[in-house]
């Protein structure tokens, strides 16, 4: 910080003699400082940041082995014993509850570090050479990708994968790669006719130097925005999925599978249905607010 | 005209790709496909048998030739379970989910055109609160809890509506707009809530412009402003992602035609997952990919009708 403050309560007349302090600021601070004025976001935050607990010290928080049946208490009503009650096979609805963040939070995590895998590459390589192989192979690719119901394809891949976590995060990724090669692929576009990449061209640095420490970094932006928006769809297709039963298998607790169960008591014990779905709401909800936050903050015109 | 072709040529290496993709997806199920389908104890010659159904005894290029052959013909092939031609099922399920897609689109416009225009134009005071929190909610909320929750409270509890069954809209008209309202609703629920934040931003764009000043310093009142001027202007981005929003629709349609029991095209995907009917899996995935390409280029197509600058361009 300089030592210069501009003085607030005087009026500045053209002429006068002053020296303004301008602060220079890097663009993380400045994004931190939109970023924290931002509620919303910094409540997203707070239920992301919940979930992540919950995951980590699932042993800990949870009352219950999330496995543990109890075959004398099946589908038993919230006690104070079982504070959301039992499910079909005598377990812990709260400590299953507990335990299903574990795969939300991983469903957060890694079909979107796949297709960012997958994505950058390819809209690096599509929007720099150009040609053939952008025009007429990787957005041609990409286009015919887009034409698939995102759901649809999801569960097709899944299914024909076979059942099961890796598999539906592998199928899921796929739905959000073309979104990535897209605005990986026009970032790099508006970047490389920009006069430094020429000047770095003109030093003598090579196409992988270009791409890898000149176009990436400043490109990263946008990107940064659909990672947040595709880790609350990317929570939701996962619920989806196990909801529909091509997603995590029995017994591993997951907020979609206890839906599953939780809609053949709709009549009699509709509380059941309650609790998996408020949990998915809020993660979900708690991406697309930080996820906003993030957007504001790097480009504080885009709101 | 030239629009016109240039557009349509286009689809075709994109048709070529999805075909491709779809014929693919057989091949991308791990190990002895019939074996996955007819389980280990199934004898070599049903497996030959079935290998031979499904062209799987020829080589690669010969089989992906034969495929889109029979499927230019219109021929999807046989359902793995009963036999009978999947553009069948398909022909029969597809009508009931056009339905619910266009009555949740209705439903999505219905909520997400008024919201919208309040959030624009209450910029930063309660209305764009009110609508942008509504938003956020509409992203976040998995609808096919929403679809659980709404039957809890409006068929088993109030009794008001009907949980599940699908009478056809010719034999049963009131029965069956029953039945679509809570489906409808909760699936386009979500799409209003893209679609009003689309809105917002694309009305407060046109709303910054210079025709927008002109108009109000001519003296017209700003709710003629904003909706003979602003509004007009604004929905052209809003229906050019109308093909989006089918295929968001057409997803969000698979976990709700479960979830009340609708005997549509989602339904049938799930049940041929399921029964391990690839061939019914393969000709419903294709015919969802064909049908947002169509809906996509007639949006493309309109779009340039209504904006001649696009033609032009």
Known sequence: MSVLQPVSDEVIQAGDDLAV??????????????????????????????????????PII??????????????????????????DLGRDVLSRLI????????????PVALALLAGIPLGLIAGYYRGFLDEGLIMRVVDALQAFPFLVLALALAAV???????????????????????????????????????????????????????????????????????????????????????????????????TFAQSYIVNKP??????????????????????????GLDPRSS | MTFAIRRLLLTIPVLVLVTLMVFSLIHLVPGD??????????????????????????????????????????????SLIDQTPVTEAIGQRLPVTAELAIASFIVALLIAIPAGIFAATFRGRLPDYVSTMFAFVGMSVPSFWLGIMAIIFFAVRLRWLPSSGFPPLRDDPLGNLQAVLLPAVVTGFREAAVLMRMLRSSLLEVMSMDFIRTARSKGLRKWTVIMRHAVRNALIPVATSSGLAIAGLLGGLVLTETVFNIPGFGRLIVTAIFQRDFVTVQGAV??????????????????????PRIRLS
């Open chain 1, 21 to 58: 302090a301008v602060v220079h600021r890097s663009r993380a601070t400045l994004f931190w400082i939109r970023f924290r004025r931002n509620k919303p976001a910094i409540f997203g935050a707070f239920l992301i940041g919940v979930m992540v607990v919950l995951a980590i010290f699932a």
């Open chain 1, 62 to 87: 949870a009352p219950f082995d999330p496995n543990a049946q109890d075959l004398n208490n099946l589908i038993g009503p919230p006690t104070s014993h079982h504070l959301l009650g039992t499910d």
């Open chain 1, 99 to 110: 335990y299903g963040a574990r795969v939300s939070v991983a469903a957060s995590i890694v």
């Open chain 1, 161 to 259: 994968l076979g059942p099961g976590f890796l598999n539906a995060m592998i199928a899921i990724a796929v739905g959000f790669v073309p979104g990535f090669v897209r605005i990986v692929r026009g970032q790099v576009l508006q970047i490389a006719a920009q006069e430094y990449i020429q000047g770095a061209r003109a030093l003598g640095a090579g196409d992988a130097r270009i791409l890898l420490r000149h176009i990436l970094p400043n490109s990263l932006a946008p990107v940064l925005v659909q990672t947040s928006v595709a880790m609350a769809a990317a929570i939701l297709a996962e619920a989806g999925l196990s909801f529909l039963g091509v997603g995590v298998q029995p017994p591993t607790p997951s907020w979609g599978t206890m839906l």
């Open chain 1, 271 to 296: 509380y059941l249905a309650v609790a998996p779905g408020v949990a998915i709401f809020l993660a979900v909800l708690g991406f697309n607010l930080f996820g906003d936050g993030v957007r504001d």
């Open chain 2, 33 to 78: 496909v019939a074996t996955v389908i007819l389980g280990e104890e199934a004898t070599p010659q049903a497996k030959a048998q079935l290998d031979h159904q499904l062209g799987l005894d020829q080589p690669l290029p010969a089989q992906y030739v034969n495929w889109i052959g029979r499927v230019a013909r219109g021929d999807l092939g046989n």
């Open chain 2, 286 to 307: 294709l015919v969802s990919a064909l049908l947002v390409i169509g809906v996509n280029v007639i949006v493309d197509l309109t779009y340039a009708i209504l904006d």
